[in-house]
Structures are given as structure tokens and as C-alpha cells.
T-cell receptor, first 111, second 114 residues
Framework: AQSVTQLGSHVSVSEGALVLLRCNYS??????LFWYVQYPNQGLQLLLK??????LVKGINGFEAEFKKSETSFHLTKPSAHMSDAAEYFC?????????FGTGTRLTIIP | DTGVSQNPRHKITKRGQNVTFRCDPI?????LYWYRQTLGQGPEFLTY????????KSRLLSDRFSAERPKGSFSTLEIQRTEQGDSAMYLC????????????FGSGTQLSVL
């Protein structure tokens, strides 16, 4: 079964610093991979998705993720953190018409 | 379009009572999903519909849970004889044919079973 593992349940970065949220996948076939963000009291929102068209995927709000088959990773990055990026981030894989989510990483931005 | 709407936002009930949640998806979306999320965990798949047909149910979904989408539009999720372990955030999402992996989520219904 396809699954994802998110390393680090909490990540803190200073405003303006690099954001790196880690996700590793387990799949026997090329997966569809996603990053979703959940702001307080809001529904999950799609940041970006990988569907094999390109290994570097750009999403909304300046985020991007790189698919690395050799490392079975799909880490999320943003060059410069903003206070508004504080939220919970979920990596997900789509095995068959539905999403399987990781346990999430809570991102805190330090002023 | 205002997105996926879920009601109520919060529900507090006593153990043993029945509860029902409603989800109104984005109007042109034919797929509708229910997920459950507990503290510190990612959302877990419960069930999904293609139009009015329920195509899959997770093994997480006990016999006390039932979901319907009678006219292929809104959906209801009912939990009978609630237990404290049912306390969670229940999320609804919808998607469009041809882009089934791009789910649009509602804000969820937070259930607390006392």
C-alpha cells in the first residue's frame, strides 16, 4: 500500500529563513504526491501536486517541492518564510481515487 | 461558488446518542469524500461517492456509521450510538471528474462525545 511519512511533527523557522518540510513516500509504482496546508479553523487547501510531468513542482504562496525517486522524497521548500506561512502542512499520496495523508508538520514562524 | 460547506461546525453529544452531519460540495463536483481527523494525525479516509453511488468504504467505518448522497448533491454522515472514540473532526471534500486528486475541503465538523 502507498503511504507517506512526514519527518518532524513541529518545525520552527525564523521569518525570512528557508522553510524545509520533509516527506518520504512508499510506493511500488510512480505515485501522485501532494502537499496540503491547513490554517487554523479552515479546511485543507492544495499547495501543489506532482503527477510525473516535472520533478520540480511550483505551488501557491511561493512553495515548491522536488520529486526525487532515488530518495523516495517529496520535500516542500520555500526560500523565505513569512509570518502568514504558520500552519499545519500535510503530505499526501493518491493510490486510487483517494488521498492518504501523512501525520502533518506544524510550522511555526519566529518573528 | 462558496466552496465546500459543512454543518454544523461543532457538535457536542452524549455517548449513545445519534448525530448527523451535512456536507454541501462545490456544485459541479461529482465526487464527494468523507475523512476523519484526530488530534496530531492526518485526515483518514472514510468513504467516497461518485454522484449518488457510494463507491468505497474504509474498514475504519464501523456499522454505526452510514453516509448517503441521495441526489448526487449534498451528503450526510450519520453516527449511531456514539462512543467517546468517535470524537474527531469530520472533513468533507469534493472533486471534479478528470481531476480527482485535487480535493477541495470544507472546514469540518468537530464532534465531541461526552
Amino acid at each position: 500500500a502507498q503511504s507517506v511519512t512526514q519527518l518532524g511533527s513541529h518545525v520552527s523557522v525564523s521569518e525570512g529563513a528557508l522553510v524545509l518540510l520533509r516527506c518520504n513516500y512508499s510506493s511500488s509504482v510512480p505515485p501522485y504526491l501532494f502537499w496540503y496546508v491547513q490554517y487554523p479553523n479552515q479546511g485543507l487547501q492544495l499547495l501543489l501536486k506532482y503527477t510525473s510531468a516535472a520533478t520540480l513542482v511550483k505551488g501557491i504562496n511561493g512553495f515548491e517541492a522536488e520529486f526525487k525517486k532515488s530518495e523516495t522524497s517529496f520535500h516542500l521548500t520555500k526560500p523565505s518564510a513569512h509570518m502568514s506561512d504558520a500552519a499545519e502542512y500535510f503530505c499526501a499520496v493518491s493510490p486510487d481515487q483517494k488521498l492518504t495523508f501523512g501525520t502533518g508538520t506544524r510550522l511555526t514562524i519566529i518573528p | 461558488d462558496t466552496g465546500v460547506s459543512q454543518n454544523p461546525r461543532h457538535k457536542i453529544t452524549k455517548r449513545g446518542q445519534n448525530v448527523t452531519f451535512r456536507c454541501d460540495p462545490i456544485s459541479e463536483h461529482n465526487r464527494l469524500y468523507w475523512y476523519r481527523q484526530t488530534l496530531g494525525q492526518g485526515p483518514e479516509f472514510l468513504t467516497y461517492f461518485q454522484n449518488e453511488a457510494q463507491l468505497e468504504k474504509s474498514r475504519l467505518l464501523s456499522d454505526r456509521f452510514s453516509a448517503e448522497r441521495p441526489k448526487g448533491s449534498f451528503s450526510t454522515l450519520e453516527i449511531q450510538r456514539t462512543e467517546q472514540g468517535d470524537s474527531a473532526m469530520y472533513l468533507c471534500a469534493s472533486s471534479q471528474t478528470g481531476d480527482n486528486e485535487k480535493l477541495f475541503f470544507g472546514s469540518g465538523t468537530q464532534l465531541s462525545v461526552l
